[in-house]
């Protein structure tokens, strides 16, 4: 196995003795343990664990690891996913007008913030290819309009199957996408948006939020879902703002505060630190990785 560490996410009913018999057959196969993350949902009676593993010393194959695997998930009712350390994700980022999570999310990317390949930037607007230019990322100008709407997601996505697409990022793209384009891509979709929806929605929140003298400004990130701006939520954060801010004000604090979210959001799903159960998002922190 050319990986060095394995990460293993589970969900399953909570159960007795879970913990003896998953790191009993880790251990059985040759893996170190190098950190065990669990949370139980008492409401739900649900267990999830995210379990990371060092190969060192152990010889299986990652098919045999697999299949193995699978004789014990399947009789306590597993939902399971594994990833190899070698196993860079290949990433999409699409943008309309607004540059500032492009800059940081490709900043981040060039520097190692990030660990994977941006591919392509897709825009429904030409505006922003400079920023695409100046980090040599490719910049697919894709038009969009209410007649060929259909037609440009059909381009979108040979563009995401051309370039072996693991994670669509959402970074201010201001259109919507199809039911059927986002059910394609469950749980690898992440788009960012102010926090303070639903009740400033559409064109300048900012200035609808300063004329109600809103007190906290915010950012999600969440999984696209058919169901708008709902989906399962992957990271928020707000800041404190008064009377002395102005529209200019709480966009610079938008701004920054969606940058932060979005990056935050967008590496605990390279990290394999998420796993969804119904709508919500359970996000194991960091462990030093």
């Known amino acids: 196995m050319n990986a060095q560490v394995v990460t293993f996410l589970i969900?399953?009913?909570d159960q007795k003795g879970l913990v003896a018999k998953i790191t009993s057959f880790f251990y059985e196969k040759g893996f170190n343990i190098l950190s065990c993350q669990q949370y139980v949902n008492a409401l739900e009676n649900t267990y999830f664990m995210r379990i990371r593993l060092n190969t060192v010393g152990a010889t299986i194959s990652k098919s045999n690891l697999e299949q193995d695997f699978l004789k014990l998930a399947t009789p306590l009712a597993f939902k399971w996913s594994v990833n190899y350390g070698d196993e860079v994700k290949n990433v999409a980022i699409m943008v309309s007008h607004t540059s500032h999570n492009l800059y940081d999310l490709l900043e981040r990317s060039k520097e190692g913030g990030l660990?994977?390949?941006?591919?392509?930037?897709?825009?429904?607007?030409?505006?922003?290819?400079?920023?695409?230019?100046m980090f040599g990322i490719p910049f697919y100008h894709l038009p969009i309009s209410k007649?060929?709407?259909?037609?440009?997601?059909?381009?979108?996505?040979?563009?995401?199957?051309?370039?072996?697409?693991d994670l669509i990022i959402m970074a201010r793209y201001m259109q919507v996408l199809s039911s059927s384009f986002i059910n394609?891509?469950?749980?690898?979709i992440i788009n960012i948006h102010h926090s303070s929806l639903p009740a400033f929605q559409g064109a300048n929140p900012y200035e609808r939020a300063y004329q109600r003298g809103v007190k906290l400004i915010g950012a999600t990130a969440h999984y696209a879902t058919e169901d708008l701006d709902k989906g399962p939520i992957i990271d928020q954060d707000v800041k404190h703002i008064n009377h002395e801010s102005t529209t200019k004000t709480l966009k610079r604090i938008g701004a920054d505060?969606?940058?932060?979210v979005l990056a935050r959001a967008v590496k605990y799903h390279l990290n394999n630190q998420i796993i969804v159960?119904?709508?919500?998002?359970?996000?194991f922190p960091e462990t030093g990785e």
Do not use: F
């Open 277 to 283: 159960s119904g709508n919500r998002a359970i996000v």
């Open 115 to 133: 660990n994977c390949n941006v591919k392509l930037v897709i825009s429904n607007h030409n505006k922003l290819k400079y920023v695409a230019d």
């Open 11 to 13: 969900q399953c009913p």
């Open 184 to 188: 394609d891509y469950k749980e690898r």
């Open 147 to 165: 007649e060929t709407k259909l037609q440009q997601e059909s381009q979108v996505r040979e563009l995401l199957e051309a370039h072996n697409i």
């Open 257 to 260: 505060t969606e940058k932060l």
